[in-house]
T-cell receptor, first 113, second 113 residues
Framework: EADIYQTPRYLVIGTGKKITLECSQT?????MYWYQQDPGMELHLIHY???????EKGDLSSESTVSRIRTEHFPLTLESARPSHTSQYLC????????????FGNGTRLTVT | RKEVEQDPGPFNVPEGATVAFNCTYS??????FFWYRQDCRKEPKLLMS???SGNEDGRFTAQLNRASQYISLLIRDSKLSDSATYLC??????????????FGQGTELSVKP
C-alpha cells in the first residue's frame, strides 16, 4: 500500500478564505500531481511536479498554486476560495520509470460556501 | 478526438457474468498502460498494469493491442464487489519529464444479484 497522505479529509470554508491542502508522501517519489474531480466526472490534472523546485500547470486551468520545496511535500493553495472551487482534490505520486503507476492519496473534499 | 477514450457505460451485469471494457488511445508512442478502479467518492486505486503480452490477475485479464491502439480489461465471474468505475490510464510520452498520465473518462460497472 502506498504511503501518501492528504489533509484535511473534508473542509467546509467560507468564500474569500485562503486555504492550503496538504499532501505528503514517504516513498521518495520525484513526481507528484494534483487532480480535481467533481462527483461522477473525470479527473482533471491541475498541477504537477517532476522534482524539487519544479512545478507545472496541468490541463485544467486552476486558480490554485503549488510549491515543491521538499521531495515529500506538495501543498496546494487557494488564495481566495470561491464556491466554484467546491470539488474533490486528489494528490498522487509516482516514481521514475515508464511503467511506474500513480499512487493516490485519499483526497480532500472541499466545500466553499 | 480525446487522447484516451473508454467504452461509455454504465454496464449492468448479473453476478457471475463476464464483462469486457475497451479503451483506445491516440498516441502511438504510448508505452505504458494501466487499469484503475474507483469506488464512489473514493480515490482511484491501481487494479493492474497492462503488459505487452497481456497479463492476468485472478479473475481479471488485461490485453494490449498496439496495432489497433487499444487496451482491454476482462472480468470473469463478476462479483457484487466489482461494482465501481474502471479507469483506463495511458502514459502517452515516456520521454516527457513530467510524466503526465492521461485518464479516460471511466466506465461504470454495476453488478446485480
Amino acid at each position: 500500500e502506498a504511503d501518501i497522505y492528504q489533509t484535511p479529509r473534508y473542509l467546509v470554508i467560507g468564500t474569500g478564505k485562503k486555504i492550503t491542502l496538504e499532501c505528503s508522501q514517504t516513498m521518495g517519489h520525484d513526481k507528484m500531481y494534483w487532480y480535481q474531480q467533481d462527483p461522477g466526472m473525470e479527473l482533471h490534472l491541475i498541477h504537477y511536479s517532476y522534482g524539487v523546485n519544479s512545478t507545472e500547470k496541468g490541463d485544467l486551468s486552476s486558480e490554485s498554486t503549488v510549491s515543491r520545496i521538499r521531495t515529500e511535500h506538495f501543498p496546494l493553495t487557494l488564495e481566495s476560495a470561491r464556491p466554484s472551487h467546491t470539488s474533490q482534490y486528489l494528490c498522487a505520486s509516482r516514481e521514475k520509470g515508464i511503467n511506474s503507476p500513480l499512487h493516490f492519496g485519499n483526497g480532500t473534499r472541499l466545500t466553499v460556501t | 478526438r480525446k487522447e484516451v477514450e473508454q467504452d461509455p457505460g454504465p454496464f449492468n451485469v448479473p453476478e457471475g457474468a463476464t464483462v469486457a471494457f475497451n479503451c483506445t488511445y491516440s498516441n502511438s508512442a504510448s508505452q505504458s498502460f494501466f487499469w484503475y478502479r474507483q469506488d464512489c467518492r473514493k480515490e482511484p486505486k491501481l487494479l493492474m498494469s497492462v503488459y505487452s503480452s497481456g497479463n492476468e490477475d485472478g479473475r481479471f485479464t488485461a490485453q494490449l493491442n498496439r496495432a489497433s491502439q487499444y487496451i482491454s480489461l476482462l472480468i470473469r465471474d463478476s462479483k457484487l464487489s466489482d461494482s465501481a468505475t474502471y479507469l483506463c490510464v495511458v502514459n502517452p510520452d515516456p520521454y516527457n519529464q513530467g510524466g503526465k498520465l492521461i485518464f479516460g473518462q471511466g466506465t461504470e460497472l454495476s453488478v446485480k444479484p
